[in-house]
């Protein structure tokens, strides 16, 4: 830009900016004032237009009310066993049926596929009431954050029909396919394999760390189906049920001692055509269109780690602890649930706005992740002696949550891909340093 | 529910960052370093020229009446370039609590030619014991006994404090009070000190930002063309990892300090929100500053390299107007209910 053209953006931007209608009466008004106006503040503003603004609308805050007189009339009073034991998978389905006939299952999808046809700022508006009530974790995440934005992107309008519903539903629930033995955060180098069959496929190979996979009904993931092509190519995105003939299940129990994960092996295991969604060999693509939604905003709102954060502040009164270290990780633990609060308005307006949010997702899930590892061993330091209590001891604070939620935590760097990946991927995808 | 800049304000952040993109580069911040009172040349003028210093006064006295959330990008920028000139002192404080400041002659003349460029304003506030650029500024806003005083420059004595950043030419100033004009005093001036400190608070932290901003850009270059081991050493994880983290810091900072600007301008949830962007906006500045002098290794290490141009302006600005710390500390009073959350230094 050159001098004269500088002076000319000037000169314009001061005619748009001085120019344009505002509400006040003049420069002086705020001087002449007196009371709040005048005591609070140093700047005769204008309304400035069309800019941040952080006001829920009337429909958002009566939206709001209705989710959290909801939630206050029908939250179990008495926590729910965990979601990830057999027993504690039953009560939540229970839980999760009641949420779908109230219609808060998957707020955001369309009316026709058992969702309200919320908005984004809606969704996070429910995220936050249901995290702040300490709502029972959500057994169908993996379907209903995971496999379904898939589906919305690349799944035909039969699938769509035949699987949305029952899954918003909880009738049938899903567990994701992607790491095997042999492919943790190297993923493209997957073995599992699917081979041509009439009317469909032969899928052989194992999948393994498949959250709740020894309750869930139905698995995805993705199969080899071209064998002499490389890495991210020469893959496909299928569907299986985990009760099909050649599948077998085996629980893994995980460090919390729940038989949260399983191991699935293939055996010849035959699926149709018309359940593999997108393309065949064109899989990579078809997983890693959502995959930072997944790493983003859709598996970690802001309002969960919020929730954290009054519990964690709550805990630090009533424990009555002095430590001024402590006191200050408590503070850090609540602003940095507020930042990220933050940046989340910022990430959804852009995402209404139409730009794609891509590889800052990497930002995002390292944040969350490692917040969420210090907020809850921040708790672990406030209970001290009892921080080693679990569930079952009868002197443990909160029922042993805090250890509970601390395990689960530590699981956050590693999955959705590890945060070393993340890291990668901030430094040569948004950085642009140099990969060799 | 919102949150984005409007295509007006990063109009006028874009104009801001292309002058000093030419007329900035860090050899005139190096320049500044050996120059007699710490500053560039021409900048002044120039930044007048665009409306930039009197952007936050009221029309009628030649300003451009914008509120926080207009200038808080112009601050990322001026911290970007490690802009060598007053600004924060006259545009984010001074020209600010002058508006507040009942009408006068006296206040109705300065604010004018703060506006123009014609005054050269800094402050002494309580927070800001060392006073910036006091010797090449016109005017010196000062706080006393809750009072606010417009003082002549050729009334002040002064006595040199060197800071680390040779740019910043601090001063402890005496004054006799019969040479200063009193502006505001008692309950008028005490709402005007505490927003100052605001004030000066949040822009502080866009400033951190904009500083941190450049320091991860000279890492990412460094690290992109220096080889060893036969190749860039922008290519080892350890180097990677190191520079993703100072960025991920500084890109949950931005909004946050956004945030603030969006508090002052609507006067709600003010001090939690400014002290949160403070908190933030300075450790993310220093975590770049020790990220990128790693990265860089000897070569950072020398007054040589630029970055310490930059480093040394974020060490200065990261304790300006409380450290996070401090600022945490005062947060903790909001949410732990345990001390005053309106507390300024």
């Known amino acids: ?436 | 529910m919102r949150f984005a800049f409007t295509d007006d304000q990063l109009l006028f952040r874009d104009a801001v960052r292309d002058m000093l993109k030419k007329e900035c580069p860090p050899g005139v911040v190096r320049a500044a370093w050996e120059s007699d009172n710490g500053r560039s040349a021409k900048l002044w003028s120039q930044l007048a020229e665009m409306g930039v210093l009197g952007a936050a006064a009221p029309e009628s006295m030649g300003g451009l009446e914008m509120a926080p959330l207009d200038t808080v990008l112009l601050f990322e920028e001026f911290g970007r370039a490690a802009l060598p000139e007053p600004v924060l002192e006259h545009m984010g404080v001074a020209v600010p609590i002058l508006t507040a400041c009942p009408p006068s002659p006296a206040r109705d003349a300065v604010l004018r030619d703060a506006c123009t460029g014609a005054a050269t304003l800094t402050v002494a506030l309580s927070a800001t014991p060392h006073v910036l650029y006091a010797d090449s500024a016109t005017h010196l806003i000062a706080e006393r006994d809750g009072a606010i005083y417009l003082v002549a420059a050729g009334a002040l004595g002064l006595t040199p404090q060197q800071s680390v950043d040779r740019s910043r030419r601090l001063f402890t100033v005496t004054f006799d009070i019969g040479e200063a004009t009193v502006l505001a005093e008692g309950e008028d001036a005490a709402p005007i000190l505490a927003a100052a400190f605001e004030h000066a608070t949040l822009y502080s932290s866009a400033i951190l930002t904009g500083l941190a901003s450049t320091m991860i850009d000279m890492g990412v270059e460094y690290a992109s063309t220096r080889k060893q081991f036969g190749k860039a050493i922008g290519t080892f994880q350890a180097v990677q990892h190191k520079l993703a983290d100072a960025f991920l810091a500084n890109q949950f900072a931005r909004p946050v300090v956004y945030k603030g600007a969006y508090a002052l301008t609507h006067d709600t949830d003010v001090h939690t929100s400014v002290s949160m962007a403070k908190a933030y906006a300075s450790d993310a500045a220093i975590a770049a500053s020790e990220s990128v002098l790693q990265t860089h290794g000897a070569i950072g290490y020398t007054t040589e390299c630029d970055l310490h141009l930059f480093m040394k302006r974020a060490w200065a600005l990261a304790r300006a107007f409380g450290n996070s710390k401090w600022h945490r500390n005062r947060i903790g009073h909001h949410v732990l209910d345990d001390g005053p959350a309106d507390a300024r230094l």
């Open chain 1, 1 to 436: 830009m050159s001098a004269a053209d500088q002076r000319r953006a000037c000169a314009k931007l001061k005619h748009v900016l001085v120019e344009r209608p505002r509400r006040s009466n003049g420069p002086d008004q705020q001087v002449a004032g007196t009371g709040a106006s005048r005591r609070t503040a140093l700047r005769p503003h204008n309304d400035p237009g069309n800019t941040v603004d952080l006001n829920w609308s009337d429909s958002e805050e009566r939206f709001r009310s209705e989710v959290r007189a909801w939630l206050a009339a029908n939250v179990p009073t008495e926590p729910l066993p965990s979601g990830d034991s057999r027993e504690g998978f039953a009560a939540h389905i229970e839980w999760e049926k009641k949420l779908f006939a109230a219609g808060y299952a998957a707020v955001s999808w369309p009316e026709e596929y058992g969702g309200r046809g919320s908005s984004l700022w809606e969704w996070l508006i429910f995220e936050e009431e249901y995290y702040r009530a300490n709502a029972p974790n959500r057994v169908t995440q993996n379907g209903i954050f995971l496999l379904a934005p898939t589906l919305f992107e690349y799944g035909t309008d039969e699938q769509k029909r035949r699987i949305l519903k029952p899954m918003a539903a909880a009738e049938v629930t899903w567990a994701q396919g992607w790491s095997e033995p042999n492919s943790g955060s190297d993923l493209a180098s997957l073995q599992s394999r699917a081979v041509r069959v009439d009317g469909g496929w032969r899928l052989s190979g194992q999948k393994t760390w498949c959250t709740r996979g020894s309750f869930c009904d139905m698995v995805f993931g993705l199969f080899r189906s071209d064998p002499d092509a490389q890495r991210h190519s020469g893959l496909t995105y299928f569907m299986v049920p985990l009760d099909a003939e050649g599948v077998t299940v085996r629980a893994v129990e995980r460090l919390d001692g729940d038989e949260g994960f399983a191991e699935v092996f293939f055996e010849d295991v035959f699926v149709p055509d018309t359940d593999i969604i997108g393309e065949v060999n064109n899989g990579w693509k078809v997983a890693m269109a959502t995959a930072s939604s997944e790493r983003g905003l859709s598996l970690r709102s802001p309002g969960r780690f919020m929730a954290t954060a009054t519990r964690l502040i709550d805990l630090y009164r009533r424990s009555g602890c002095s430590d001024a270290r402590i006191r200050d990780e408590v503070i850090r633990a609540w602003m940095d649930a507020q930042a990220y609060n933050i940046t989340t308005l910022q990430t959804v307006t852009r995402m209404l706005d139409g730009q794609t949010i891509t590889a800052e997702s990497s930002l995002t899930k390292i944040f969350w992740s490692d917040m969420d590892v210090r907020t809850h061993k921040t708790a672990l330091d406030i209970l001290a002696l009892s921080g080693e209590l679990d569930e079952e001891a009868p002197a443990a604070d909160s029922g042993g949550a805090w250890l509970k939620g601390y395990q689960f935590a530590l699981a956050g760097p590693i999955y959705a891909g590890t945060n070393e990946i993340q890291r990668n991927v901030v430094a040569t995808r948004v950085l642009g340093l140099p990969r060799k």
